[in-house]
């Protein structure tokens, strides 16, 4: 597995396979917009279509990728969109002061489940404003909070199935940050977290991911569109970019739980996927949660397991 590319622990890289030339965008303006002012530095080129910043780009900065002269796009990874799905990316410092260090986990098999919106939960439509209501759901007998999608979409208010950056927090709800505040209180009052990702398909509005490279094929259809490109030519950095999704909502968020929607529409018909050689927890433990791919002779799902 590649390190987190979305956050500052590590280069600031994005894959583009057959572009001839990637630069790195730094909006001049500071409010989301792109102009004239910007400074433009161009990306290295590396192995396996990967493009890597020369210069350290450090928390907080805004940025964004512009292909072979295009226009300026959000990073694939990123973990941060404080402008919407159309502006650039801000780099995150993932670095908490986590309290639940003593928090042995959550089994989501047979646990009592409260499944939230955390845009219509509260008036405030917060992960913040939903937190303070964490001690009601406990005193409930609830035992995991499923957060219904996060991931960033374009406008302010949705259901979130039509996700554009998987890897980033829809800023309305408050941001990457605002994601850690809430499991670390919730695991405070004995509560599970399970966080449901959407990984069959995304929406229409911002979604850039094909200026990169082959994120989706017409080899299969979903109904809501092109799938997700499992198994045709580039595949195998797109599976490494769901599972690593994965890994980065365990790690990086404490999050006990995934649920997946619609793995009927993740299809993959190559002869094998890639199979992590052990199961890895959030804090290391082979026994905590992980990621496995399990095959079958004639079509191969991804599961996604704690």
């Known amino acids: 597995m590649a390190a987190d590319a979305s956050c500052v622990s590590s280069p600031l890289r994005v894959w583009a396979p057959t572009a001839s030339r990637v630069d790195l965008v730094l909006p001049a303006a500071g409010d989301g917009t792109y102009g004239r002012e910007d400074v433009v530095r161009p990306l290295n080129p590396t192995d396996g279509g990967w493009w890597v910043a020369v210069e350290d780009v450090p928390a907080g900065t805004d940025?964004?990728?512009s292909v072979d002269g295009g226009p300026a796009?959000?990073?694939?990874?990123?973990?941060?969109?404080?402008?919407?799905?159309?502006?650039?990316?801000?780099r995150f410092d993932p670095a908490f002061a986590w309290t639940d260090a003593t928090w042995q986990g959550r089994d989501a098999r047979g646990a009592v489940t409260y499944e939230l919106h955390v845009g219509t939960f509260t008036a405030e439509g917060t992960l913040d404003a939903a937190a303070a209501h964490l001690d009601e759901l406990a005193e409930l007998g609830v035992q995991m909070v499923e957060l219904m999608p996060l991931a960033a979409f374009g406008g302010d208010r949705g259901w979130g199935y039509d996700g554009v950056d998987l890897w980033a927090v829809h800023d309305v709800y408050g941001g990457p940050r605002a994601l850690q505040r809430f499991v670390d209180a919730a695991h405070a009052r004995g509560l599970g977290v399970c966080l449901d990702v959407v990984y069959n398909h995304l929406g229409p509005a911002g979604n850039y991911l094909s200026t990169f490279g082959p994120y989706f094929t017409d080899e299969h259809q979903t109904p809501w569109g092109s799938a997700v490109n499992l198994d045709q030519d580039g595949s195998r950095e797109v599976r490494a970019w769901v599972i690593e999704n994965a890994l980065h909502w365990f790690e990086q968020f404490h999050v006990d739980?995934?649920?997946l929607d619609a793995v009927h529409a993740l299809i993959d018909d190559s002869p094998s996927t890639c199979s992590p050689s052990s199961r890895v927890g959030r804090r290391g433990s082979p026994s905590r949660s992980g990621v496995r791919c399990r095959s079958w002779p004639s079509r191969t799902r991804t599961s996604l397991r704690r």
């Open 63 to 65: 940025y964004a990728f």
């Open 73 to 90: 796009r959000p990073d694939p990874r990123s973990a941060h969109q404080p402008y919407g799905v159309d502006g650039p990316s801000r």
């Open 257 to 259: 739980a995934l649920r």
